[in-house]
């Protein structure tokens, strides 16, 4: 198993930037993938980017490229979401998940372990 746990989210102006980190820790050794989602308040939780398990392939949704960059850094067992440019309509509770394998993925159901979430609030 792998267990996650974020870090980095907090209130930010318009325009601003965040770095959310997900520390992972248990049966790191094995090849697993990592993705990001994100729920907003009365909404279903939707998927952010995701990256395979070297870090070369890496995956976004439509509504954050080119603004957001997931990497990661094996020998840490972190991963990373550089979040720049935020808009209010990113605010939400950001979810750091994993899954053994190596090809990215975009759907929640293909990730069987994640963190707690960490709050990210943009104002206007």
């Known amino acids: 198993q792998v267990q996650l746990v974020e870090s980095g989210g907090g209130l930010v102006q318009a325009g601003g930037s965040l770095r959310l980190s997900c520390a992972t820790s248990g049966r790191t050794s094995r090849r697993y993938r990592m993705g990001w989602f994100r729920q907003a308040p009365g909404k279903e939780r939707e998927f952010v980017a995701t990256?395979?398990?070297?870090?070369?392939?890496?995956y976004y949704a439509d509504s954050v490229k080119g603004r957001f960059t997931i990497s990661r850094d094996n020998a840490k067992n972190t991963g990373y979401l550089q979040m720049n440019s935020l808009k209010p309509e990113d605010t939400a509770v950001y979810y750091c998940?994993?899954?053994?394998?190596?090809?990215?993925?975009?759907?929640?159901?293909?990730?069987?372990?994640w963190g707690q979430g960490t709050q990210v609030t943009v104002s206007s």
């Open positions: 990256i395979n398990w070297n870090g070369d392939s890496t």
């Open positions: 998940a994993a899954e053994y394998g190596g090809i990215w993925a975009v759907a929640a159901i293909a990730y069987s372990y």
